[in-house]
């Protein structure tokens, strides 16, 4: 037998139920894609073992005689049967790596069993034309770990036997907009009488920390959305497009191997940079402006958030330095302070601190001491927190509180900021600068990791990157 007929029949007996009955994946697996998937990975850079551990440790932490529902996401729709691009539900993503729409994962406690069952939709010969097939039952046990798969025309009766021998349910009312509960009457019933408890919380705890694996994934969506908001700095000149910008942030972080922007990207200039969610993207940049960038892609299931601000003609005026500088210097302290111990609260309280010691040394405040301008007085040009955490969610594991301890494996964005209203009688040549300096941070028993390292903060270094693109023309700005 030649070797690519011994692979061809391996690749085979791998998506081949026992039965002989075709296991198709209906996502990339590493037999078929090895250009993203390693071999023993179920998703790029996770593998099989991981997914297991979690599923694993879900069933430990939950309550005795206990199961757990979770909806995987729906298809969005632009129009009529036209789809948005599909994301996965982060949770459900971490728990079972399969990426397609409209199945429902249920996880047993240990003291059940601690079998994982995958409901996986109806075979629909019509709908497979449009869309092509997804996951099977067999793929599910043979690829991706299931205990159990069955259509998901058997889900109601199942959950009626599953409600009638178990304690309790963990299920999230409002996820998928509380579809599945809606349609399932045993659900429903469980929660009429009480029976169930929500899971997000059980969730965030076990997302909040990384693993090592997740760690490098998280710094590869970094430095990748550092290369595209750089390749942004060099073609930045006036006349140029925020929208032309936006672009050329998302196509790079594509050829990357991002699936998506985090979120919709912020490229706002002059005064827009006070707009903190400026989405609308439609001006030209003007010579002597600033541009404020927050930007960010999503890598295989990790998302990056970074923000940096950038004079559109090469140089900060005198005043643009002046609040870029204290900005700059309180992000470095506050990213110094992102160590096991501290919590999110005391982060943003530091800020707080730090950033009214800078609005008294800029004048903005008139004679206002540091400590006046930090009990109220700063959030009119500072009405955000420090940061947020990140992972399979841009804004992650919302859940937790802000005053939980930071752990090792902790990965969260670092933002303080400084918005100048555009008001030229009370604050002059400062009126409309608007600064935020975001980078991803690592926790670590070693101190802070800044994952998006590779995209330069000091003012200096990012003078000389501003307008240095030797293809702006061929880019067509």
């Known amino acids: 037998m030649s070797r690519s007929a011994g692979m061809f029949k391996r690749v085979t007996q791998r998506i081949m139920g026992e039965s002989g009955c075709r296991a198709v994946p209906g996502q990339p697996i590493a037999s078929t894609h090895p250009q993203l998937l390693a071999a023993g990975e179920v998703t790029p850079g996770i593998t099989a073992a991981e997914y297991s551990q979690r599923r694993a440790t879900l069933a430990s932490l939950m309550p005795a005689n206990s199961f757990a529902v979770i909806p995987g996401a729906g298809a969005q729709y632009m129009v009529g049967l036209i789809p948005h691009p599909f994301r996965q539900d982060a949770d459900f993503r971490y728990l079972t790596g399969v990426l397609q729409k409209n199945l429902i994962a249920v996880f047993e406690s240990s003291c059940r069993g601690g079998n994982f069952t995958l409901f996986v939709p109806d075979e629909?010969?019509?709908?497979?034309?449009?869309e092509a097939a997804?996951?099977?039952?067999?793929?599910?046990?043979?690829?991706?770990?299931?205990?159990?798969?069955?259509?998901?025309s058997q889900f109601g009766v199942r959950m009626q036997h599953m409600v009638a021998t178990a304690s309790s349910v963990l299920l999230d009312a409002d996820r998928n907009k509380g579809q599945i509960p809606r349609e399932t009457p045993a659900l429903r019933k469980a929660m009429d009488?009480?029976?169930?408890?929500?899971?997000?919380?059980?969730?965030?705890?076990?997302?909040?920390?990384?693993?090592?694996?997740?760690?490098?994934l998280m710094r590869a969506s970094a430095s990748a959305t550092a290369a595209a908001m750089k390749e942004c700095i060099q073609l930045s000149r006036p006349g140029v497009q925020e929208a032309q910008l936006a672009a050329v942030f998302e196509y790079r972080c594509k050829m990357a191997g991002a699936?998506?922007?985090?979120?919709?990207?912020?490229?706002?200039?002059?005064?827009?940079?006070?707009?903190?969610h400026y989405l609308r993207n439609d001006k030209a940049l003007l010579d002597g402006q600033l541009l404020l960038m927050d930007a960010g892609c999503e890598r295989h299931g990790y998302a990056s958030d970074v923000t940096r601000c950038w004079p559109v003609s090469g140089r900060f005026s005198s005043e643009q330095a002046a609040v870029y500088q204290v900005v700059q210097d309180v992000h470095r302290q506050c990213v110094n302070y992102c160590r096991p111990g501290h919590t999110l609260r005391e982060l943003h309280n530091l800020s707080i601190q730090l950033l009214s010691e800078g609005l008294a040394d800029l004048g903005v405040c008139g004679s206002m001491s540091p400590s006046v301008i930090a009990r109220d007085a700063y959030s009119r040009f500072y009405p955000h927190s420090v940061g947020h955490y990140l992972g399979g969610d841009v804004h992650?594991?919302?859940?937790?509180?802000?005053?939980?301890?930071?752990?090792?494996?902790?990965?969260?964005?670092?933002?303080?900021?400084?918005?100048?209203?555009?008001?030229?009688?009370?604050?002059?040549?400062?009126?409309g600068i608007g600064i935020r300096l975001e980078d991803d941070v690592l926790v670590t028993d070693q101190g802070p990791v800044i994952l998006s390292k590779d995209l330069p903060l000091e003012m200096s270094k990012i003078e000389d990157l501003v307008g240095t693109a030797a293809d702006i023309a061929q880019h067509g700005l």
């Not at 629909?124 to 449009?130: I, N, P, Y």
């Not at 599910?140 to 259509?151: C, Q, S, T, V």
């Not at 699936?259 to 903190?276: E, L, M």
């Open 259 to 276: 699936q998506r922007n985090s979120f919709p990207s912020v490229v706002a200039g002059g005064t827009d940079a006070c707009v903190i």
């Open 193 to 216: 009488l009480g029976q169930t408890r929500p899971l997000e919380t059980l969730m965030h705890r076990m997302r909040w920390e990384k693993s090592d694996a997740e760690v490098d």
């Open 396 to 431: 992650d594991t919302a859940s937790i509180g802000h005053d939980k301890p930071f752990q090792p494996g902790v990965v969260l964005a670092v933002e303080p900021a400084l918005y100048i209203p555009n008001d030229p009688e009370k604050y002059r040549a400062l009126a």
């Open 124 to 130: 629909d010969l019509r709908r497979e034309a449009w």
């Open 134 to 152: 997804p996951i099977s039952c067999n793929a599910a046990i043979e690829l991706f770990g299931a205990d159990n798969a069955h259509p998901m």
